[in-house]
């Protein structure tokens, strides 16, 4: 589990330190004539990533589809280290000019890259390789590696900036954070090194060797594929688009509306890092309750509890007062820590296991680009209407969204917990 989840981990820990210190990437890497234009370029440059994560997803997934899910988490977790390393390297705008946020915008594309394969990677291998009754169970380690990599960079990104001056962090400090992204990998690479093929694609593999009407993966096949799994791609978009949307503004819009509103980095960073301490918490708990009482109960009602909650999030976090802030955050990222699990093997269990890291990743990567916005949304809306209602009213509504879609086409797998479509497949 630990080999799989880490390049999850430096995904997300990427995203974490980003969001602690965009306010820093936005005063070195853009003109600092309009601050506000600055800050929206940033959250700009970062939502890039996440348009080119299908691109990802189509490319590196087909690796996994083809030679083993093995194989693509070697590729990811290489590209995904060196790619945010970098960004520690870039000279700064008053140094090289326009240049500046050309090679950041280049390190996101691709750190996105890497990440359109790496989930769905690394949840078909947790899958694939765990019982049946506790697939849910093993699969929310990867959330729980998710939001350890975001209390380690908000941890990272507190300690630096309590302990710096404003002008040490504003020089050199916030680069620390992506320069500790190289170790973590090679360390990631290091663990991956042993990790054996999932059983379900070993006979999927021996299929296509002994019978030539099994073909596989193929550039004409991707449009087949996407064309056979539609509806589970679409009604992942329904639910999966609002996971990603609940995310994003647990760990960045939040945090940036904070600061926004008189929270100091030190009283914002520190609500950060306990609300992923309570979601990590969350996660555990949810895995085995998904197991057994199904994914639908949960996917409904975490999203219902968000729904009610996202806007007396935001007015908590309008008070600038630390203990009305911490509860505005908990009593969104409760809900989610439930929600997160169910979502997140839905990536996989809705596919079958010849096409399962492709078209996850299609689908998954394909919600991420929503929610990699959220933060500009976030600022956009606020601007525009000047209320700070604006925003968790839009996310409210994407949630009764997500509702409307688990209740009327979600299906419960239809194994019993004992098989997928896909592994029958395999084994037939």
């Known amino acids: 589990m630990v080999a799989a989840s880490i390049g999850n981990f430096v995904e997300w820990y990427e995203f974490a330190v980003y969001g602690v210190v965009a306010a820093f990437i936005s005063v070195a890497m853009f ?10 370029n940033t959250w700009a440059a970062y939502g890039i990533a996440f348009l080119v994560r299908p691109v990802g997803g189509v490319i590196l997934a087909r690796v996994g589809d083809r030679y083993g899910r093995r194989h693509i988490l070697y590729v990811t977790i290489t590209m995904m ?8 390297l870039i000279p700064t705008y008053a140094t090289i000019g ?35 009754d506790r697939r849910a169970r093993t699969i929310s380690f990867l959330g729980v590696s998710t939001f350890c990599a975001m209390v380690l960079g908000s941890l990272l990104g507190t300690v630096l900036t309590v302990a710096l001056p404003a002008d040490a962090m504003q020089s050199w400090g916030w680069r620390v954070v992506f320069a500790t992204a190289l170790p973590l990998g090679f360390v990631g690479l290091y663990i991956r090194r042993s ?28 449009w087949l594929t996407m064309r056979e799994n539609r509806r589970a791609i679409f009604l992942y978009l329904g ?31 520190t609500i950060n890092t306990l609300s992923g301490l309570v979601i990590i918490v ?7 309750l998904a197991d057994r009482i199904g994914r639908k109960p949960i996917l409904i009602s975490g999203a219902s ?5 996202v806007v007396p999030t935001f007015l908590l976090g309008s008070t600038g007062t630390f203990a009305l802030g911490l509860l505005g955050a908990l009593i969104f990222v409760i809900p989610l820590s439930v929600f997160i699990t169910p979502a997140v093997i839905n990536v996989v269990e809705l596919f079958p296991t010849k096409v399962r890291v492709t078209a996850g990743a299609v689908a998954y990567n394909l919600t991420v680009i929503v929610g990699g916005f959220m933060p500009f949304i976030a600022v956009w809306l606020t601007q525009a209407t000047g209320s700070t209602l604006a925003f968790p009213l839009f996310v409210a509504s994407t949630a009764v969204l997500a509702i409307t879609v688990v209740l009327v086409w979600y299906r419960e797998p239809k ?14």
């Open 415 to 428: 194994d019993d917990r004992v098989s997928t479509p896909g592994v029958e497949e395999a084994r037939r």
């Open 81 to 88: 280290s060196v790619a945010t390393f970098s960004i520690a």
């Open 282 to 288: 969350g996660i555990l708990l949810s895995g085995g």
């Open 239 to 269: 639910f999966g688009s609002f996971y990603s949307i609940a995310i994003y503004v647990s760990v960045a819009a939040y945090l940036a509306f904070m600061l926004a509103n008189g929270f100091s980095e030190r009283s914002a960073l």
């Open 195 to 222: 990790l054996e093929e999932t059983p379900e694609f070993r006979q999927l593999h021996e299929k296509r060797a002994a019978d030539v009407t099994e073909p596989s993966p193929s550039p004409e096949g991707f």
């Open 305 to 309: 509890a968000m729904a009610v909650a």
């Open 31 to 40: 003109p600092a004539d309009d601050p506000t234009a600055a800050m929206l």
């Open 98 to 132: 326009i240049a500046a946020p050309i090679l950041l915008i280049c390190a996101r594309i691709c750190q996105g890259i890497a990440a359109g394969g790496e989930l769905a990677g690394a949840a078909a291998f947790l899958y694939e390789h765990s019982p049946a």
